[in-house]
């Protein structure tokens, strides 16, 4: 597949209209950052593309998604459960097999969470958890990936260090991003958002740090 694409779609939440006739294009390989205020339909126009290209995303939700009561290795251990049978996932859930352990350890390890493999989800800060969200796309892998803030709970620094391992993981990437100055830095291209209409899609280099805080303030 080289393109990802939805055309003239729209969809209601509650009763709501969201988002109005969007059209969106993704040649693979382009890594797309969705800016705009809070409610302007980026997790929505996310949740459009998930559910029709489940086969080939991984994931990033802006809850997390983590199983709270299992350990940091087995919400990333969970990132490819479809790829084994029941009876082996079922032996990991109660036996760790050595080479998913090594496997996972490989993914933790430069998001600073290799002390906290087998910390329970629930006892994680909320920075943890996200990290440990992220370990489970990089985990799972895939044509695209998709983030809903997926640095949100970080500070700069550890931001700079997750986008760079989703940069070497996934070619193709929508991220949901609220820092501009991230997304200038991460994105090919900025893809703007306003009561469910998109009403800016510039290539990054032609894009401003101002011009996006504008976008936020107008």
């Known amino acids: 597949m080289d393109v990802f694409e939805l055309t003239d779609v729209n969809a209601a939440y509650n009763g709501k209209q969201v988002l109005h006739g969007v059209s969106l294009r993704i040649p693979k390989g382009e890594r797309i950052a969705l800016v705009g205020p809070s409610g302007a339909g980026k997790s929505t126009l996310l949740s459009l593309f998930q559910k029709k290209y489940a086969a080939q995303c991984a994931l990033v939700p802006q ?65 943890e958890r996200q990290r440990t969200a992220i370990a489970r796309a990089l985990h799972q892998g895939g044509e695209i990936l998709l983030g809903d803030e997926p640095v949100s709970a970080v500070d700069i620094t550890q931001a700079r260090t997750v986008l760079c391992e989703l940069h070497d993981t996934f070619h193709t990437a929508i991220l949901a991003l609220h820092d501009v100055s991230l997304a200038l830095d991460y994105a090919d291209r900025i893809v703007g958002l306003r009561d469910g209409r998109i009403v800016f899609d510039k290539p990054t280099q032609d894009t401003t740090l101002q011009e996006l805080k504008h976008f936020y303030t107008n």
Not at 100 to 106: L, N, R
């Open 63 to 127: 809850d997390t998604g983590l199983v709270k009561p299992l350990s940091v290795f087995h919400n990333v251990y969970m990132g490819k459960l479809n790829h084994h049978s029941i009876w082996y996932n079922m032996l990991n859930l109660f036996w760790p097999q050595a080479k998913e352990v090594a496997s996972v350890q490989k993914v933790i390890q430069p998001l600073g969470l290799e002390e906290k493999l087998y910390r329970t989800a629930g006892e994680l800060s909320g920075g």
